[in-house]
């Protein structure tokens, strides 16, 4: 039997729909093994099941499908570049934040706050 959706996970899928946008059209390459490929997907470090850094983002940059999906996320490169880019307390500051307990979230405004960033990201990037 298939489990319905419910009224969250739309506005769950809203904001991770726009916040995933966001994050591949910034960065536009993969973090972990810098290639450009088209198919970028939005990569977690800490995994997108912590809501405390779900939508981080310095936790979360484009990855490649084979560094994401088939290497689990390089977490030892992804380790690597966020020491480089952010410092290591930024690093450890996100590996704590997954035992924070987040019980409620406002997707739809994550969602609307993400759609408006992309596009003016979109707009930005095209007067270049």
Same mark, same amino acid.
């Given at each position: 039997m298939k489990k319905e959706k419910t009224r969250a996970w739309y506005k769950k899928n809203w904001a991770d729909v726009?916040? $995933?946008r966001f994050i591949r059209e910034r960065d536009k390459r993969?973090?972990?093994?810098d290639t450009t490929s088209t198919k970028l997907q939005c990569g977690h470090f800490v995994p997108?099941?912590?809501l405390a850094t779900r939508y981080s983002e310095i936790n979360n940059h484009a990855q490649c499908y084979a560094c994401n999906?088939?290497?689990g996320g390089q977490p030892s490169?992804? $380790?690597l570049n966020l020491i480089r880019d952010y410092g290591q307390?930024?690093?450890t500051n996100l590996e704590n934040s997954?035992?924070?307990i987040i019980r409620d979230?406002?997707?739809k405004r994550i969602g609307d706050e993400y759609k408006l960033k992309y596009e003016q990201l979109v707009k930005e990037n095209n007067e270049l």
């Open positions: 726009w916040f $995933s993969c973090y972990t093994c997108r099941q912590y999906m088939l290497y490169k992804y $380790s307390d930024v690093v997954r035992h924070l979230m406002d997707y």
